[in-house]
């Protein structure tokens, strides 16, 4: 782990402060935007007739771009774990320990997103990933257990999409009420001020 904790939490958002790595800051972006698209889609299909085949192909590539969080979840959390870059904390004292619950719980409601997505589309059959296979059901669910699943999916969109609003409010404070180097240090490009 290249761990640069020792740097004093003081330059955290210096013009010292180094940023996150390359495959990090892509997982992150890639995270986001599917989040959002999934999000986004989920909320316009409800405007398109339920015979337009419009509305099922919105549908299926939910589904697909859903495999795809999960791959990426799965390959950001393993990165995470060992050999990427970890930067000393951006706030002190309770805002760092908000913004340290607020990365946990990220990574906590997409696990159980992702998982309640996986039982709700075995509820309707084989997953479909983009036309090119299918991932066949390992279990059976109930109309009971369905309907549970359908409304805690929702709900967990919502509160995801709600922490997200959040999160990149205080991402976009510290660039422009702060002024330091937070947004910086998770941007694709090194950006100089
Ligand atoms: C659904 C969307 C998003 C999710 C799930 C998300 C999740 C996360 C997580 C888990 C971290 C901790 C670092 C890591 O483990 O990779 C993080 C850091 C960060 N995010 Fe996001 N993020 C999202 C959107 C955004 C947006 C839209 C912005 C900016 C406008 C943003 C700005 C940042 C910044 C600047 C950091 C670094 C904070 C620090 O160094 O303490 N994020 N994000
Ligand atoms: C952060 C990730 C995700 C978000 C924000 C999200 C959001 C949503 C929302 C808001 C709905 C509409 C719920 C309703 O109106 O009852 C929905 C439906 C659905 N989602 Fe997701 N979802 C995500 C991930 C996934 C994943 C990973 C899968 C499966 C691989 C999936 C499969 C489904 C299915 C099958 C439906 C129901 C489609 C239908 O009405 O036939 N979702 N999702």
Same mark, same amino acid.
């Given at each position: ?58 549908? =299926?590539?939910?589904? =697909? ?129």
């Amino acid at each position: 782990m290249t761990d640069v904790d020792v740097l004093p939490a003081a330059e955290a958002g210096g013009r010292a402060a180094p940023r996150y790595d390359g495959l990090t800051i892509t997982f992150h972006w890639v995270t986001a935007l599917l989040v959002v698209s999934l999000f986004a889609l989920a909320e316009l299909w409800g405007f398109v007739p339920k015979k337009m085949p419009l509305r099922h192909e919105m549908i =299926s590539l939910h589904v =697909s771009l859903g495999v795809l969080l999960a791959v990426v979840y799965l390959l950001r959390v393993l990165w995470r774990r060992s050999a990427s870059r970890h930067l000393p904390p951006a706030d002190r004292g309770l805002q760092h320990v908000a913004a340290r619950l607020v990365h946990i719980g990220f990574y906590v409601l997409l696990a159980v997103q992702v998982t309640l997505g996986f039982l709700f589309a075995w509820a309707k059959g084989a997953i479909g990933v983009f036309g090119l296979f299918s991932i066949a059901s390992p279990v059976t669910v109930g109309r009971v257990a369905h309907h549970w699943i359908a409304a805690l999916h929702d709900d967990v969109a919502w509160v995801i999409i709600i922490l997200a609003g959040g999160h990149a409010m205080m991402a976009l404070a510290h660039h422009y009420v702060i002024r330091d180097r937070v947004l910086h240090r998770m941007l694709p490009v090194a950006a100089g001020r």
